[in-house]
Every structure is written in structure tokens, then in C-alpha cells.
């Protein structure tokens, strides 16, 4: 049994009780209130590791402070032996609580003892032979528990500080306030069985330094969702975090601040996991975040004067199934060659849009061929630049058997100059597997249609298969950037010879064109293609005008989808797409540029030009003077009433996006009016997603990360990262280089991202960094491949590079044959 009431209250040397009967054997002599009897410490050596064949728990409740003891001791400890003698015989641990600092200095009781909580209310509480004590009890293989207040404790102790990870700042808020725990980790034993988003009162404090990527961080509180003083930590607000530390393992969670937090089902059961792994019950991985767990390494070298021997101008990269890595080149020259700007030269915007092997088992680079495309510097406005050229590649499914390889690209044989127009097309070559050469001559050309080369720019151009075969093809709106302000790209003038080059409608908005789409197709043996169930239409539709349909467009609506990714494990389709140019929102026009990230669930309209963002309208213009507002897109019913549409005029309602970002921050949102318009006015904005930043910036989908549970890969990810989208932008100050999770329910509708975590510091930034992220794919081995545009634009040079990311971390902890016994 327990006693109570002794000396100011506080309780003292106890043992817990299994059945009714008290445990014996643990403590010697009767509990009391006096100085704990231990021997005086000289050198500790307590064995590896702590605890015997069954597990027991040390609570320590001692406080510097004077007075009574505070409630939420009595709480905490009830609490924790109400977890001890619960659940599973063979999950069970016995309980001690004392508030006598001398048990750190028995070494033969000290470790028997499989994890110690400190459930104090802070201050010095042990003096430098206990706490010497306790470190050696953690160099021996001891488990550590902090609870709130314990990051208060040892305040003169950089160890310490080390143990319980952060302190909290003078500036947390005194009093108890509901608020939002982020749960990321969704495997660790104390937050897997948690809500993603918890919500629940305590006491939130402040940081004075973020501990996130030194620890491994399992939950965060959102700052929105509470006031968190002069002191707030911002979006990344760590609460609960671990991490192996000195031979031992360390979780500290900041809530249980209050008495009530120990009635909480939830908590209660945050704090089981915690326990489970620090008495070594059950394994979790607590090195999975920590930024020094990763190493980043470049692996091609920059080019030979001259050449692309080792990379062209980085634009996408797919990984083979033995692991070799295809990355592509645009076609822009290196930037000491010729351009041909003329458009009398039939050499006008010539390029080699070029395919690189790299071979991890040679950790060689194969140049495999190269097609003569329509994307070299030249062309475009004003003959500076053009996005056209190689812009996608894909293995085949069968590719180990077939060696089939598919590019999506503008070949430079088919551009009429007259008219300033091109073909796109999709077109499967052969690989040879013994030499990694590409066989130009046996191109199949799947898929084609027109695009205008007159003005740059927007070509997309990311392609990835589902589990069912279906390839899907993202196509830019083949729209300037100019002539709408940076606005809606709404603009039916000007044009060139009869082509709009300025209306967005014509393309992205235009149920029968290919272009700003993202589309489905099922390659067949024989080089053609089906279209399967479920596209947005059937190509077979037309409306009152007459118009007509496509039905290989599975989304349309997009901007400039450069990268897109297909989880094969549910077949949702993720993709990014560039906003345009204005820098701030216009009451006039609508909103600023928003780049933007989807999880698409289903065949939808994406919104562009009409509507952006959750749904928030352009205004729309039309002839005779553009300059001129007319009325506001209606979202849920969008038409298409430009005269350079020949598709439907009805379209399908626009669907929210669930990641957009602006100069201003991250999914700006404004008040609306009883149409449904937003305000616009910058002063009346919220920021849904304070994690974004904005400014310079470029969206550049990634993948989601799927753990393989039967590769012996030393190198891999670990499982905390599987299911995690990761979204990047090609830029590296304040741009997204981030993990999220979404809600599998409202992910399809736009619902916005639950979860977020910054890796900027395991995918480095900087000049000498990965500092322009072009695309980013796992591989078979389970690292992470990069490629690094370069610091020049349409060109390759000494900074274009693939990279790979290694986990260097190891497997969850303590080792199979340091697991413990549970209490029977």
C-alpha cells in the first residue's frame, strides 16, 4: 500500500501494489518520511542494463520549492500506477514513487529500476553526486521520463539539459488554455493510437531554443489554436519529443500541466507509450527526425568544359527497379555554347534534350541518348528563353523484361516557324539494359497534340503510373505570364497569327484542349493507347455551342504542373502546379499568385483560370478593352465563355486545393461576401498555414514515402516517414521543402494538411546545398534522390547535380535482446 499524508504531504518510498499485496524485494525497510538509507555514493557502476526480469518504474517528485506539494504530483503518480497495473499481463511494470533525492546515489537499488519519471516541480533538486547518479544510470541503459515541470529542473545542468532536451522560456503562458496537438509521429507507442489532431487543455510552454531535428519530435501544438505569449515558438512548436541519449533513452512531453490532463484517456494512454519504450517493454524509433541521422551526398560531377557528360539541365528524374537513377535534360545548351535566336534560322531554339544513367553499382554515369528538341535558350518572348523540350520520362511497368522507356517532349523536327507552333508528344523508346543505350529508332509515338511557341511559357511536363497500368501525363497551360497583370491569365489578347498566347482559357480552362491538364491514358503493347473509366469526360460531350471534349483529361485546370506523383498504394494522384506573377491580391482582379499542391482523389477541375486556392475567384475581362473588369468567376458553376474556347462553355465545378501559398504566407484566406467573393484586402487575411512562406517560388511536387518492411537496405527511410507527402519548391529560403500528412477524409476536397515538419535540414539548402530542387523521387533502396537544378537558368552548370539522402540512424531501440519482462 501506499502512504499518505506525511511531512507537508508529500509522498514517500512506496511500493506499488499488484493484486492487493506489496512488493517486496525492491526497497528495504518500511517507507517513511526521513532521508532515503542508502550508502553514500562514491562510483557508481550500476549494470547494463537496468532493471530486472520485471519491469519497475521510479517516480521522483522532489522540488526546490518550499510549501506544499503541488496537486498534479499526487495526479501524475496515480495516474502512472493506474497505467502499471493495466493492460497486458506481459505490459505491466510496478511503481515507486519518493521525493528523496538520495535513491541516485544506490546503485544497487537505482538499477533495478527499468525507467525513472520526474514528476518535479523543477529547480536544483539533486546535487552533483546524485546527478551523477542518474547519468550513469542512463550510460547504463536507463530509461527517462520528464514530464512538464521536469524541463525546469537542473537548471545549471547542460547534461540534464541534454537529457530533457529543451527549457522552457520565462515567457510561457501562466494559465491553461485548449489548443491543438499536432501528432505526427504515427508509429512511436506513446502517439500512435493518438488523434492526429488532439485537441485538449494544459498549460503550453514556450522554448527558449527548438530542440526539432536534436530530437526526435512525436508532437507538436499549433500556435493558432491558443495564445502563446511574447515567448511563441512559431509553427514548428515541439511538445512531445524523444531520443536515445547516453547510452539510455530520454521522453520528456510538456503537457500534464494540469491535474486534469491525468484523467484524460488519451493522455493517459501518450503516457503508456512513453513508458513502454523507456523501460524497454517495447521498441519505437527515436532517431527518425534527427537531422544529423542523414548525410547528403552528390553524386555526378560537373560537366567537362564543353559537355554534358555527366548532366544536362535537370528537369526530372525516375529510378529503375535495380536501383539505377534516369534523370533528363531539358535541352538547354551548357552556357558557353551558341543560341540561335532568329526564327529565319532553322535552327531557331534548337536543343538537346538529353537521358543520364547513373548506376549505383558503378556509381558511373551512361549518357543513354539524347532527342534534338524545340528547348534551348531562344524563342519564347522577345527570343530569351522557352520551356519547351524533354520534360518527362518514365520506366514502364515492365521495364525489367521490356526495357521500355517513355519521354514526353517537343521534337524540334515539327515546329512550324511560320506559325509558331509545335508538337508535344509521349513516345516509348527501348532501352538497351546490357549498354544503358536509348534506341532512338524505335520510337512509338502514344499521344501528340499542338502547342504555341510563339511566347514562353508553362509546359509541365511530370508523368507516373497508378497500380493499374494508367499513365498520367501533366501538361503546362501553354499561356504567357504577361499581359493579365500576374492575375488570371484571362486575357483573349494578344495573339499570334490566330493563337492566343494570353488566355488561359483556351488551354487550362478548354474542356477539348490537352494543355494545363493532367491527363490518363493506358499505354498498350503495341504503342497506342485505351482510355479508362473515370476520366472527367469521355471525349464524346458538346453543349448547345457545339463544343467538344477530350477523354484522355483526367484533371484539368492546372497552371504548370511540373511534377507529379502517384502513391501506388492508394493510386492518389499528388501534384504541384506554379501560381502566376502578382506579388499581393487585388480587390479588382482577385488573388496573388498561389503556387499550389492537390491530393487528387477523383477526376476534377483544379480551378485555373477561373478560381485558386480553397475557391477564391478571379475577375473575368473580355473584349473589346481586357483592361475593364466584368463580374466574378462563380466557382461552383465556372463557364468558359472566351472566344478562344472551341470546348464546352459549362464546366465542372472547381475543386479546393488543400495547399496554396502567396508572397504573403501560407493559404491566405479572406472574409466573403454573400456571393461567396473574398475580400482581397490584405489587412483582412488569415494565414491557414503559418509554416508557409512565400515570395520567389516555384512548386515542385514530391513523393510519398512508403517504407519496405522486407529491404535489407542499410541506407532507407525509416517507417516514421511512411505515408508523409513530401512538398518542395525550387527554390530554398522561406519556400516549402516540408512532410505533411493529410486527413484521408477531406484530403480528396481540398481539406488542408494536419501535419507539417520541416526537412530542410536532412535535404540541405544553400548555395552549396541542394539550393534549386528540381525533383525528388525515393528509390528502390529507400534513399532519397535530388536533382539540383543549378544557379542559372536554361543551361546546365558546375551546381547541376543528382544528389542522394541516406538515413544513417539505425533501427528502432533498445535491440531485441534488450526487451523487458513485463510484470505478470
Keep these: 500500500m501506499h502512504l499518505r499524508g506525511l511531512s507537508k504531504g508529500r509522498r514517500v518510498w512506496a511500493a506499488s501494489v499488484a493484486a492487493g499485496a506489496v512488493t517486496a524485494g525492491l526497497l528495504s525497510g518500511p517507507a517513511h518520511a526521513g532521508p532515503y538509507p542508502g550508502p553514500p555514493l562514491t562510483t557508481m557502476s550500476i549494470k547494463s542494463p537496468p532493471g530486472g526480469a520485471n519491469a519497475r518504474v521510479l517516480i521522483f517528485h522532489g522540488s526546490a520549492a518550499a510549501g506544499e506539494e503541488s496537486p498534479v504530483v499526487n495526479a501524475g503518480i496515480e495516474a502512472i500506477e493506474d497505467i ?40 536544483d533538486v539533486l546535487d552533483a553526486e546524485q546527478e551523477a547518479g542518474l547519468e550513469a544510470y542512463m550510460e547504463a541503459g536507463g530509461g527517462f521520463v520528464g514530464i512538464h515541470d521536469a524541463a525546469r529542473a537542473e537548471p545549471y545542468s547542460d547534461w540534464f539539459t541534454g537529457l530533457v532536451g529543451a527549457r522552457p522560456a520565462a515567457s510561457s503562458p501562466a494559465a491553461a488554455q485548449r489548443a491543438t ?38 508532437a507538436r501544438v499549433r500556435e493558432s489554436t491558443y495564445q502563446p505569449g511574447a515567448g511563441a515558438n512559431g509553427w514548428d512548436h515541439p511538445v512531445s519529443w524523444c531520443r536515445d541519449y547516453d547510452g539510455g533513452r530520454s521522453f520528456y512531453t510538456g503537457m500534464g500541466g494540469t491535474v486534469s490532463s491525468y484523467d484524460e484517456t488519451d493522455f493517459r494512454a501518450h503516457l503508456r507509450g512513453a513508458l513502454m519504450w523507456t523501460t524497454r517493454l517495447e521498441q519505437a524509433d527515436c532517431k527518425a527526425t534527427i537531422n ?5 551526398e552528390r553524386l555526378t560531377k560537373p560537366n567537362q568544359p564543353g559537355q554534358n557528360d555527366q548532366i544536362g539541365e535537370p528537369h526530372g528524374l525516375v529510378t529503375a527497379p535495380d536501383g539505377r537513377v534516369f534523370y533528363i535534360g531539358r535541352g538547354g545548351a551548357d552556357s558557353s555554347q551558341p543560341v540561335v535566336t532568329d526564327w529565319n534560322n532553322p535552327d531557331i531554339g534548337k536543343g538537346k534534350g538529353e537521358i543520364h544513367v547513373y ?52 521534337p524540334h523536327s515539327q515546329i512550324n516557324r511560320h506559325t509558331r507552333m509545335a508538337e508535344r508528344r509521349v513516345s516509348r523508346f527501348t532501352l538497351d539494359q546490357a549498354t544503358d543505350k536509348l534506341d532512338l529508332g524505335s520510337e512509338k509515338v502514344l499521344l501528340k497534340w499542338p502547342v504555341q ?59 477539348n484542349n490537352l494543355n494545363g491538364k493532367i491527363l490518363r491514358i493506358h499505354p498498350e503493347p503495341d504503342g497506342t493507347y485505351t482510355l479508362p473509366e473515370g476520366n472527367l469526360f469521355t471525349g464524346k460531350e458538346t453543349d448547345e455551342g457545339g463544343g467538344k471534349t477530350r477523354g484522355e483529361i483526367y484533371v484539368m485546370g492546372v497552371r504548370n504542373p511540373a511534377r507529379i506523383f502517384i502513391d501506388k498504394s492508394t493510386d492518389v494522384l499528388y501534384a504541384g502546379w506554379v501560381g502566376p506573377d502578382a506579388s499581393a491580391p487585388s480587390t479588382t482582379w482577385g488573388p496573388a499568385k498561389y503556387d499550389t499542391f492537390a491530393a487528387i482523389t477523383k477526376a476534377s477541375n483544379r480551378g485555373w483560370p477561373y478560381c485558386m486556392g480553397n475557391k477564391q475567384p478571379y475577375r473575368d ?19 468558359n465563355e472566351s472566344p478562344n474556347n472551341d470546348g464546352l462553355v459549362n464546366l465542372p465545378p472547381v475543386t479546393g486545393n488543400n495547399i496554396w501559398y502567396s508572397p504573403q504566407g501560407g493559404a491566405p484566406d479572406y472574409p466573403r461576401d454573400a456571393n461567396g467573393v473574398p475580400s482581397y484586402k490584405p489587412e483582412e487575411a488569415t494565414y491557414r498555414l503559418p509554416w508557409l512562406k512565400g515570395g520567389g517560388q516555384a512548386a515542385m511536387n514530391g513523393p510519398v514515402y512508403r517504407y519496405d518492411t522486407g529491404s535489407t537496405s542499410a541506407t532507407k527511410w525509416p517507417a516514421y516517414w511512411d505515408g508523409k507527402w513530401f512538398v518542395g519548391d525550387f527554390y530554398d ?15 480528396g476536397d481540398g481539406g488542408l494538411p494536419v501535419h507539417s515538419e520541416s526537412l530542410k535540414k536532412i535535404v540541405p539548402i544553400g548555395n552549396d546545398g541542394i539550393k534549386n530542387l528540381m525533383d525528388w523521387k525515393f528509390g528502390p533502396d529507400g ?21 542522394r539522402v541516406t538515413y544513417k540512424g539505425g533501427g528502432p531501440t533498445p535491440a531485441a535482446g534488450q526487451l523487458a519482462r513485463g510484470t505478470e
Design 84 to 123: 502499471g497495473l493495466s493492460g497486458p499481463a506481459n505490459r505491466r511494470f510496478k511503481v515507486q514513487a519518493t521525493d528523496d533525492a538520495s535513491v541516485f546515489t544506490d546503485e544497487t537499488k537505482l538499477g533495478r529500476f527499468n525507467a525513472i519519471v520526474f514528476l518535479t516541480g523543477g529547480g
Design 453 to 511: 511557341i510563339h511566347s514562353c511559357c508553362h509546359s509541365g511536363g511530370g508523368m507516373a503510373w497508378d497500380s493499374k497500368g494508367n499513365l498520367y501525363i501533366a501538361t503546362g497551360d501553354n499561356n504567357s505570364s504577361g499581359f493579365s497583370g500576374g492575375y488570371s491569365g484571362n486575357n483573349p489578347q494578344p495573339n499570334y497569327k490566330g493563337v492566343s498566347f494570353a488566355d488561359a482559357r483556351r488551354t487550362a480552362g478548354n474542356t
Design 359 to 410: 548506376d549505383p553499382k558503378t556509381k558511373q554515369v551512361t549518357l543513354a541518348g539524347a532527342l534534338t528538341v524545340f528547348g534551348n535558350k531562344g524563342g519564347g518572348d522577345e527570343l530569351v528563353k522557352v520551356e519547351e523540350g524533354l520534360l518527362g520520362i518514365e520506366l514502364d511497368p515492365g521495364f525489367e523484361q521490356n526495357g521500355w522507356v517513355y519521354l514526353h517532349y517537343t
Design 621 to 639: 475581362r473580355n473584349l473589346p478593352d481586357p483592361s475593364q473588369p466584368l463580374g466574378w468567376y462563380d466557382c461552383d458553376h465556372p463557364k
Design 733 to 747: 529560403a522561406d519556400q516549402p521543402r516540408n512532410a505533411v500528412l493529410l486527413d484521408p477524409k477531406t484530403q
Design 292 to 296: 544529423a541521422n542523414y548525410a547528403a
Design 181 to 218: 496537438v499536432e501528432v505526427g509521429d504515427r508509429r512511436h507507442p506513446a502517439t500512435k493510437d493518438l488523434p492526429v489532431q488532439w485537441k485538449r487543455p494544459d498549460k503550453w510552454l514556450n522554448w527558449v531554443k527548438n530542440p526539432s531535428g536534436d530530437v526526435h519530435t512525436v
Design 783 to 803: 534513399a532519397l534522390y535530388v536533382l539540383d537544378y543549378g544557379r542559372g537558368f536554361f543551361t546546365s552548370d558546375s551546381k547541376s547535380a543528382l544528389w
